[in-house]
């Protein structure tokens, strides 16, 4: 027994040498690495005169080669592009680029961690961002003839990752010396959290760090205490919080909108009814032998049943929906009632859904600044105003959509053929009549007759008149895909509840000459990759030329350039609020010359490059925002963080070498990683905002921009600044994120989760999500009834049918077997992912299949079958999983590996058409590969 003992005690030492003292030396490549790399010929090219090694695929973890670690690297991960790791044998490993993190594996507190490096030419570089370390010393940029030795001491328990923002940089070694022994414990990789959700009922822990974590109660058996420790207990895993635990709150879920559903027997069946913002909706099932079906809404303006726009009754193959718009706030009734080929109602199908919650749109800020006016085409309180007139555009009638239009000619009126002739009548100045032209469904930029702005896509012109316009998407699925939208010269122009997606330049761009515009609940996604800082699209919504605008309850999604404000032309009286920047990089505003910029109550959520940027004299108001792993939440040009303190004027700043302006913070929440540095007696000149302690606080005269030497006006304590109601900092990301915040209706047709850990930190483009966005289709079929595509007669909408046929989109689900893959993107619109794709490498049936869908505690795929099927899921072996949940219920059948295509197939799981299905996280994290559908005769 004591020998036992003793040879424990032994292994115990050699663990505890191998985790406290660690050292990799890329001056010496074992043998074995070397063979590794020159068998892997896919993976790596050799070049003979260096005597390197060039990586031909991405890495995004271990240097690998054919699909081993290699030695020389174990333990290290990195994120690189194709052709930007390279491996000098016996010399040294380059990081071949800008921006490619080098990570350790987890290190104890306290370790002394030292690094040798050079630049790779004459550009002076150094590793300028590194985390987790502190203390840091003998690392200056330099060139290439400058080898630097850096050490730091670990702060925290976990990973230390080193990035070089200047440039490309040889690595020749890294060790780690002593055993640590710090308090802050490493935490496992998967804390099984979910993402705030207010429709259901969560558990919220906040951490030390002020960071929170969610979870649904419904899943959480249990949560634990053993003195400082806290175990959130469920089904998908347990997770221990050690010592990191500050509070636990409990949130009950937010059903307010949704209504009560009564659906009689042998009637149209409602699957679900809601309440949004000025507007309500209804989803259903259709029947067999009905060949429409008839919408009628109750409440408030309306004292009966009054039937909605047919335009709005929609046919989405597997399931229809109609959106009843321009509501006010209050409680609805919706009616639904099955029609005949003779088109007579069947009055024994109807059924209603009742006590639908409608709010009221937030139209705080300055585009309503001093009018009692409504922005658009509608009253402040969401109804149409007196003589307005409404139109459809759907993909087959965008070109031939007809209307007669105020021109100025002899005989005042036109008729306008396609939505961008409606709108260039604007342009002689004449039209001040209110239009609603509401969007269904998806518009590519070849279904839209020529585009009045090349650059950009749709224009919308005025000549200084009150134009009384809103260009607004009906549902959840209104998207432009190709094009943008471009405003000049607009006088009360209202944007809202549609998505731009793959644009060729600017998303949105309010340009020239604007006066009370807004735009809001729109989703921005990644324009055109033109390359260089336009790889996701040039800006996602641009402010410039314009005076008194809002832009508000917006989704941006991982944009890079998101919202520039003024390019050195006139913008002042603008306002950002409740805009969710979600993992977007910059800009969000970048600021010049405004005097009068607000920004409040916006969700910064995972900003690899910095937050509100203030140039040029500007005065900035940021006002209980909330800012989570943002890297610099808030800077000012040519001072503070943006030139390290003042000593790297000349080539440090990180966004502008303009003067600066003056931002005034009050109220916001700083949380994660991030740099911040406030004014104070003691640092009176590189400060990145003066931090007010009360919110009618006064920035004092005194404090000025280091470069320009202007000051803040304080403007936001005047007594003619407009009347709002912030919402608490630390509500912003459950504001935000709820279903009546930041993007379309029901959050949009399109859905995307994005991996914290990686995201945060990387502002390349994520090619998995440009994949997706751009297949995208929308599931639309078409319009019930269908001969109607044109102009409404919803009471105060307009009596102009229009040309062309029922949209199409996504057509009926195919005969035969479907086998539908996820290399990046579903191969088939019958499936929705949630959550993110992850490296399967599988070969099924002879095809080779790189990427499939992560089932993680974050990851669903969401479909509903047409028809009785046998499903089949095929799994990756990348990971442990074997079985998944459906509809919440783990899967009980078994299945076959095959070792050679590195899959996992399970038996067929019989499916119920109708039904809506969902696969989630089994008993371990999976990767779906392909789902397999055999019809069931």
Not at 190 to 204: C, F, P
Not at 394 to 403: I, P, S
Not at 901 to 917: D, K, M, N, R, S
Request: with cysteine; charged share 20%.
């Amino acid at each position: 027994m004591k020998k036992l003992t003793t040879i424990l005690s032994l292994m115990l030492l050699m663990m505890s040498i191998a985790v406290n003292a660690q050292t990799w030396d890329f001056t010496k490549t074992p043998a074995g690495d070397v063979t590794a790399l020159k068998a892997a010929t896919t993976e790596w090219t050799f070049t003979e005169n260096n005597n390197r090694y060039e990586s031909k695929i991405a890495i995004d973890g271990a240097i690998k080669a054919g699909g081993t670690e290699l030695e020389m690297t174990q333990g290290l991960t990195v994120k690189a592009a194709e052709k930007k790791i390279r491996i000098d044998v016996d010399n040294r490993l380059q990081l071949a680029g800008k921006n490619i993190p080098l990570t350790t594996p987890a290190l104890k507190k306290g370790q002394v961690v030292t690094i040798v490096c050079a630049s790779t030419g004459n550009t002076a570089v150094t590793f300028d961002q590194i985390t987790n370390l502190s203390g840091i010393s003998g690392l200056s940029a330099a060139d290439k003839n400058t080898e630097q030795t850096g050490t730091g001491t670990v702060t925290a328990d976990g990973v230390v990752t080193f990035n070089c923002s200047g440039g490309s940089i040889n690595v020749y070694s890294i060790k780690v010396e002593g055993e640590g022994g710090g308090t802050d414990p490493v935490q496992p990789g998967d804390d099984y959290s979910v993402a705030s959700n207010t429709q259901v009922n969560q558990a919220i822990l906040t951490l030390k760090d002020q960071s929170r974590k969610y979870y649904n109660t419904d899943a959480v058996s249990s949560i634990d205490f053993d003195g400082a420790n806290v175990t959130v207990n469920q089904s998908v895993g347990n997770f221990t919080y050690q010592g990191n635990v500050m509070e636990i709150n409990f949130r009950k879920a937010d059903t307010s909108g949704q209504g009560e559903i009564v659906n009689p027997e042998g009637a149209v069946q409602i699957t679900e009814a809601k309440g949004w913002l000025e507007s309500a909706y209804i989803k259903f099932q259709k029947m067999d032998g009905a060949k429409s079906y008839n919408v009628y809404v109750l409440g408030v303006i309306y004292n009966e049943y009054t039937k909605i726009d047919q335009q709005l009754v929609r046919d989405y193959g597997n399931y229809g929906r109609a959106d009843v718009v321009g509501l006010p706030a209050g409680t609805y009734n919706i009616k639904i009632v099955a029609v005949n080929a003779n088109d007579e109602e069947i009055a024994s199908t109807a059924s209603e859904a009742t006590g639908l919650e409608v709010r009221s749109y937030n139209r705080d800020g300055y585009a309503h600044y001093n009018t009692n006016e409504g922005i658009g085409a509608y009253n402040n309180d969401g109804t149409l105003k007196e003589g307005a007139r409404v139109i459809y555009v759907t993909k087959d009638n965008a070109k031939t959509v007809e209307l007669s239009m105020n021109t100025g000619n002899k005989n005042g009126e036109e008729v306008r053929v396609g939505i961008q002739e409606i709108l260039q009548a604007y342009e002689k100045g004449k039209e001040t009549r209110p239009l609603a032209i509401r969007i269904i469904g998806q518009l590519k930029k070849a279904d839209m007759p020529e585009l009045g702005s090349s650059a950009i896509g749709l224009q919308v012109k005025g000549k200084d008149q009150q134009m009384n316009l809103t260009i607004e998407g009906v549902g959840n699925d209104a998207t432009f895909h190709g094009f943008g939208v471009l405003c000049r010269n607009c006088q009360f122009v209202e944007l809202r509840n549609f998505a731009v997606m793959m644009h060729p330049e600017d998303g949105i761009s309010f340009d020239t000459d604007n006066l009370h515009i807004w735009g809001h609940h729109l989703d921005i996604f990644y324009g055109e990759n033109k390359g260089g800082d336009k790889s996701k699209g040039d800006g996602s919504f641009d402010v410039k030329g314009t005076l008194y605008a809002t832009v508000s309850d917006n989704h941006f999604w991982d944009s890079g350039k998101c919202n520039l404000n003024s390019n050195k032309d006139e913008v002042d009286f603008v306002t950002y609020h409740h805009n969710w920047y979600d993992h977007s990089d910059s800009r969000h505003p970048r600021v010049r010359l405004s005097k009068h910029l607000h920004v409040y109550n916006n969700y910064y959520d995972g900003n690899a490059k910095y937050g509100i940027g203030a140039t040029m004299g500007s005065c900035v108001f940021s006002e209980n925002n909330y800012f989570r792993n943002c890297k610099n939440p808030m800077l000012i040009s040519m001072q503070g963080t943006d030139t390290k303190m003042g000593t790297d004027e000349k080539d440090a700043p990180t966004f502008s070498k303009e003067d600066g302006g003056i931002i005034k913070a009050f109220g916001n929440i700083l949380t994660g990683n991030y740099s911040f540095v406030p004014y104070s007696e003691t640092n009176s000149v590189q400060f990145d905002a003066y931090v007010a302690t009360t919110r009618n606080e006064q920035v004092p005269a005194n404090v000025v921009t280091y470069h320009g030497g202007t000051g803040y006006n304080n403007f936001d304590t005047a007594s003619d600044f407009y009347s709002y109601t912030p919402d608490a900092a630390e509500d912003v990301p459950a504001v935000v994120t709820s279903q009546y915040g930041a993007g379309r209706c029901e959050k949009g047709d399109f859905q995307w989760t994005f991996n914290n850990d990686t995201e945060d930190r990387n502002y390349e483009v994520i090619s998995e999500l440009s994949n997706a966005l751009k297949n995208y289709q929308s599931n639309l079929v078409g319009i019930f009834g269908g001969e109607q595509t044109g102009g409404g007669d919803q009471p105060g909408g307009g009596d102009q049918p229009g040309g062309g046929d029922q949209p199409g989109g996504g057509g009926d689900q195919p005969e035969g077997t479907v086998i539908a893959t996820f290399d990046g993107a579903p191969s088939s619109t019958m499936f929705t992912v949630g959550g993110s794709y992850g490296d399967g490498k599988i070969t099924y049936n002879g095809t080779y299949l790189k990427k499939g869908v992560k089932l993680d505690s974050k990851g669903s795929i969401t479909f509903t079958p047409a028809k009785k099927y046998n499903m089949t899921l095929v799994l990756a072996t990348a990971k442990t999983g074997r079985d998944v949940s459906l509809n919440g219920v783990k899967t009980t059948v078994s299945g076959t590996e095959n070792t050679e295509g590195a899959y996992y197939e399970l038996q067929p799981i019989e499916l119920t058409p109708g039904t809506v299905y969902t696969l989630t996280k089994g008993s371990a994290e999976s990767i779906v590969m392909v789902i397999k559908l055999e019809p069931i005769e």
